[in-house]
């Protein structure tokens, strides 16, 4: 609805004054826009001993008991160096990476290399820099679904058999150390691990009964029965024990000498029961629909036996060896998250060339990136003021950014989700130095505002992706762009950018104002509850209910 004060009739003299003093009107609009602004920018720079390490960001913590379910705000791999838009209601920065997960206060985080001196066996068997980030940062990190598909029902159960680069040998050391567990201990969880050696031809049809185990007794590997395993006896590494003030104990055992035909598989206890490398060895999944968090696809899994552990060979530098990761849950639990991390262990043996016994595709590459999301509203009445219901267009966005792409790429996707407007207004962003990029047309009319208008749910996602540095834009209908830091007056914007920290947070979910009702009406816009500055989550917290349009 058309208000006709011109906007420099109600702006504060003392910013007015601003201008006068000789401040440009970009240093202007960039203090105009941080009076109103729901984020605060902080610096991230992360750094390991050797590059390439996998490192995500959360805001708050992520867990929702053993699995993560938040949307990470950043991936990527060592060096990170960038910024973060931290919504204002967010409270804690929570990163993991590096097979730790540090909590940290809104404000600037540095991690770098620490210099520690690793307990008991570290000193006589130290694990180098560059294995242990590409174990955390390429084969196990911690994220949901390393494995996925038809990978799982593979058996890579460590083989003794030649590979035909090593010469002639009839039988093989194997060595086993302990690395971590990718956080598993963050919900105070720990696992403990044995192994079993069995013949390779019984692998697709394995028992128990066809598996010599073994364990630890009186701190030597020796021969022990099942039922000493399932009573969670003798174990070989226990985490809880391997694990003190965040650092591992590398703790190294030599398991044996084996024969050729043999295979070595491992069993693993945590909170969820005895679970096996060897996917025989796990109860048979009738009908299970995975569901991937991170694409949104699906996966059936019919009558099919899963395995709960993966081995992968890796060469780092002069390191040639095998790499075991554990998974606690199986695939028809709800806490389930596949990333098999949950014990991660070295297996080195001599020869040093032997191979799972399924060899499985290498990883693929971790997005790098930045995701914002929030839901953009305007006053569209410019350059005249407006009625302040911040519902002329109300627009939600995701915005995907490869941040160390060297043209800037993003992938952004908007939708409507309201508008009460009388001008025939266009959505889009300003891409730097190419101009206005229209994503969404002929935003007139009224849609989700109240009773009275037609009430159609949101509009279809468009998704673009543009290279550049860009900024949020509304076309009016009088040919004018509205951008944040366009002059509204010195109590409201013309824009208001709504942080969602977490679109997967059922709890909470913005609603904006009904049409003519101003923001404050609705909110606790201009002061807060008990009259003072207007706080930080004001979007969190409604004034009067029946004023806002709930979805």
């Given amino acids: 609805m058309r208000n006709l004060y011109p906007l420099l009739a109600v702006m504060l003299l003392g910013m007015t004054s601003c201008l006068k003093e000789g401040m440009s009107e970009k240093e202007f609009g960039k203090l105009y826009t941080e009076r109103f602004a729901n984020r605060t920018a902080v610096t991230v720079n992360i750094a390991t001993a050797a590059p390439g390490d996998y490192y995500a960001v959360y805001y708050e913590n992520p867990y929702d008991g053993e699995i993560i379910v938040r949307q990470p705000a950043l991936t990527g791999y060592t060096p990170i160096i960038t910024t973060l838009d931290v919504p204002k209601d967010v ?177 693993f206890i945590g909170n969820s029961g005895l679970r096996f490398s060897t996917p025989h060895l796990n109860p048979v999944v009738t009908n299970t629909k995975l569901y991937y968090s991170d694409t949104g696809k699906t996966f059936q899994i019919t009558n099919k036996y899963v395995a709960n552990g993966f081995i992968r ?8 060896g095998n790499v075991l990761g554990m998974e606690n849950r199986l ?30 595709p290498e990883p693929e590459q971790q997005i790098e990136c930045k995701t914002s999301t929030g839901i953009y509203l305007f006053e569209d009445n410019y350059p005249w003021r407006g009625d302040f219901d911040f519902n002329d267009a109300v627009v939600e966005y995701k915005i995907m950014d490869y941040y160390k792409s060297p043209n800037k790429m993003k992938q952004v996707t908007v939708r409507v989700l309201a508008m009460g407007a009388t001008f025939k207004n266009s959505f889009g962003y300003v891409v730097a130095s190419k101009g206005y990029s229209c994503f969404l047309s002929n935003l007139d009319g009224f849609l989700n505002v109240d009773n009275t208008h037609p009430d159609l749910g949101p509009g279809e996602y468009v998704t673009q992706t543009v290279y550049g ?70 979007y969190k917290i409604v004034k009067t209910p029946e004023l806002v349009y709930n979805r």
């Fill in 91 to 267: 409270a804690e920065i929570y990163v993991v990476g590096g097979g730790n997960v540090q909590r940290f206060d809104v404000g600037n985080i540095s991690i770098t290399p620490l210099s520690v001196s690793k307990s008991r066996a570290a000193d006589s068997n130290p694990v180098s820099d560059e294995v242990m980030t590409a174990v955390n940062g390429i084969y196990f990190p911690e994220k949901p679904f390393n494995f996925r598909d038809e990978v799982l029902f593979n058996c890579t159960d460590l083989k003794i058999a030649a590979t035909g680069n090593e010469g002639t040998f009839n039988e093989a050391d194997v060595w086993l150390t302990f690395l971590g567990d990718g956080g598993f201990r963050q919900s105070n969880i720990y696992g403990k691990l044995w192994f079993y050696t069995y013949s390779t031809s019984k692998q697709d049809n394995l028992k128990t009964s066809d598996c010599t185990f073994y364990g630890v007794k009186n701190g030597k590997i020796m021969e022990i029965k099942y039922n000493d395993v399932t009573a969670g006896n003798y174990h070989v590494f226990y985490s809880k024990e391997e694990i003190v003030n965040n650092i591992s104990s590398y703790k190294r055992y030599l398991l044996g000498t084996f024969k050729k035909g043999l295979s070595v598989g491992f069993a």
């Fill in 313 to 320: 060979h890796i060469s780092v530098g002069d390191f040639q």
């Fill in 331 to 360: 695939v028809t639990e709800s806490q389930y998250d596949g990333d098999y991390n949950d014990m991660i262990c070295l297996v080195e043996s001599n020869p040093k060339t032997l191979q799972p016994s399924q060899p499985i």
């Fill in 469 to 538: 540095d860009i900024y949020p834009c509304l076309l009016n209908g009088e040919g004018y762009y509205i951008y944040t830091t366009t002059v509204n007056t010195a109590q409201y914007p013309c824009v208001l950018d709504i942080p969602i920290s977490d679109p997967k947070d059922a709890s909470w979910k913005f609603a904006w104002p009904q049409e003519t009702h101003s923001i404050d009406e609705c909110y606790y816009f201009l002061q807060s509850q008990d009259g003072g500055r207007r706080a930080d989550d004001w």
